[in-house]
């Protein structure tokens, strides 16, 4: 399997030019630069977007001092990640994601190729395993275009096909799934819910005194149906928790954590060109100038340099090739001719020249007419 390495070293000028390739040998100024591999030069997709984003590298140390064991990648999967005020028990929040993902599945599609989900799957598992989550995880491929990615308490955790296609780097990809996990290895969700919980014990004296009151019951409902929305809609400060965790699971797990401010850069890029294209995992706390500055100073901050890091695979540009080939056979399958369809009522009366005339239909409905009197 082709791997591509971004070195991490310190570049002189001549090894920036050479910043592609899998290591940057050192030469002297007489001897000539080596050819490179084709196949550990970037795609030249990637060299116009890092033109367009203008994204370095971030410098990072060689060595750096933890202020705690949050910060120290050494000690991840045996940190205390996740505490707080929380009323669900592991058990309690599997058994809810579990129903959750029940849910899900039965309103998408899934991509059941067996090929992409292993690989998908494949990546998300050496994630988790380099997390500090303390559940297994199901992950699955939803099938759909939307630029998404969701990870439900207990573990479940669905990935859009429309961010795989988009991804341009498996580290890319990686990284948001990083993000995701994260969310799950702090308890993100369960955590809002218990916030939605005590607010509801809360409310219990107030409902006491008014419980046939349109307020008391209006507020009991609204209740009911903000909680769900907790599992997936997250505070700026549990999104840069996220971010924080993230970066230090795909760098744990051997992936450059650059890519995810790379990926930032060019979701941002995008908006600016067409204002409102942001997808919507990004539409609650999208990348703003403020969060990518942040990410690209906590990775300077507490991820020593490596010599070398995993940016791409021949796999994943394979499974990528694969699965676009899938979401074009199924958009022709289902814009095939002599398939049912669905007409709207504005589309049927484009058809017709006055639009309310039934006799200008172009169907053979029987229609009602009124006897004249005349007739017996």
Request: charged letters at 25%; hydrophobic letters at 35%.
């Amino acid at each position: 399997m082709k791997a591509i390495f971004r070195h991490a070293l310190k570049l002189t000028l001549a090894g920036a030019l050479a910043a592609g390739s899998a290591l940057a040998t050192p030469q002297s100024q007489d001897s000539p630069p080596p050819a490179q591999d084709p196949a550990k030069t970037p795609p030249p997709a990637q060299q116009q977007t890092q033109q367009q984003t203008g994204s370095q590298p971030v410098q990072q140390k060689d060595t750096v001092t933890p202020k705690n064991s949050k910060e120290d990648v050494d000690a991840i999967g045996n940190r205390s990640v996740g505490k707080g005020v929380n009323l669900f028990s592991l058990e309690r929040e599997i058994s809810l994601g579990k129903s959750l993902a029940q849910e899900v599945e039965r309103s998408s599609k899934l991509i059941d190729d067996p090929v992409v989900t292993e690989y998908v799957n494949r990546v998300g598992q050496n994630l988790v395993r380099n997390s500090d989550a303390k559940v297994p995880f199901t992950i699955k491929v939803i099938d759909s275009d939307e630029v998404n990615a969701f990870a439900l308490p207990g573990g479940f955790f669905y990935v859009n096909s429309g961010l795989i296609l988009r991804a341009q780097e498996e580290s890319e990809l990686a990284g948001v799934m990083a993000h995701e996990i994260a969310h799950v290895a702090a308890r993100h969700g369960t955590k809002n819910a218990t916030k939605g919980e005590l607010m509801q014990l809360a409310s219990i004296p107030a409902m006491i005194f008014i419980p046939y009151s349109m307020a008391g019951y209006a507020m009991y409902q609204g209740l009911n149906l903000a909680i769900p929305l907790t599992f997936l809609k997250f505070s700026r400060d549990a999104e840069k928790e996220a971010d924080f965790l993230g970066l230090q699971y795909m760098y744990k797990a051997g992936y450059d954590p650059n890519s995810y401010v790379t990926f930032f850069e060019r979701i941002q890029a995008d908006e600016k060109r067409r204002p409102g294209t942001i997808p919507k995992v990004f539409s609650t706390h999208p990348p703003t100038p403020d969060r990518i500055e942040n990410t690209q100073k906590e990775i300077a901050r507490i991820l020593p340099a490596k010599q070398e890091y995993l940016v791409t695979t021949s796999e994943f540009d394979s499974v990528k090739s694969r699965l676009r080939n899938i979401m074009f056979s199924r958009k022709v399958t289902d814009n095939a001719p002599g398939k049912p369809t669905l007409r709207t009522k504005t589309e049927q009366s484009k058809k017709q020249p006055n639009g309310n005339d039934p006799s200008s239909s172009d169907d053979d409905r029987p229609t009602l007419k009124r006897r004249p009197d005349s007739q017996p």
